[in-house]
């Protein structure tokens, strides 16, 4: 199944700015099928984990976060962009391997009684993952592990998330 899923995943060259390669998950999630069966790869390992909640990173970690969530039986808490989010928040500045941006999560959102596994489309440099980390445990979550699409190894992301556990179902060398 792996091999479908790369398949339906296009390079886009030169997006958003140029030199960059996208990933393009849309043609995946186009298919009833695929996205199913991603879902499903992202959310297996953690069966036994003991999560409470999944934390899904705007914007298309809410894609994979909601039916993450769903399949795990568990909450499902969203991380946004600055502004976005209606009631009392904290925030947490972070790079991009193209820029910097600001995530967001609500300060009732999780307690030190919750387990979380964060879930977003791509691990590239790690550093919106780094965030999100950095967000919920200063909630007082601890976190389960991280489950990503897509991985692109070559940028390092995986090891700014040590010691965490991190899951790709689709790894870029």
């Not at 479908?4 to 700015?17: E, G, H, M, Q, T």
């Not at 036994?48 to 899904?56: D, I, L, N, P, Y």
Request: charged share 20%; with cysteine.
């Amino acid at each position: 199944m792996e091999a479908r899923l790369r398949a339906a995943v296009r390079d886009v060259v030169d997006y958003p700015k140029p030199g960059i390669l996208f990933k393009d998950i849309t043609p995946l999630l186009a298919s009833a099928e695929l996205y199913r069966a991603a879902c499903e790869a992202l959310a297996a390992p953690y069966r036994e984990s003991g999560v409470t909640h999944v934390v899904s990173i705007e914007s298309r970690g809410f894609l994979l976060g909601g039916p993450v969530a769903i399949s795990l039986g568990t909450g499902l808490v969203p991380i946004r962009k600055q502004g976005k989010l209606p009631h009392q928040t904290s925030r947490e500045e972070y790079a991009l391997e193209y820029g910097t941006d600001v995530l967001e999560i609500h300060t009732d959102a999780l307690t030190s009684s919750c387990r979380v596994l964060i879930i977003d489309d791509v691990l590239a440099t790690g550093g919106t993952a780094c965030a999100a980390v950095r967000l919920a445990e200063g909630l007082g979550a601890t976190i389960a592990g991280h489950a990503f699409l897509l991985e692109l190894g070559f940028l390092g992301g995986r090891a700014r998330l040590d010691p965490h556990r991190v899951e790709s179902v689709i790894a870029y060398a």
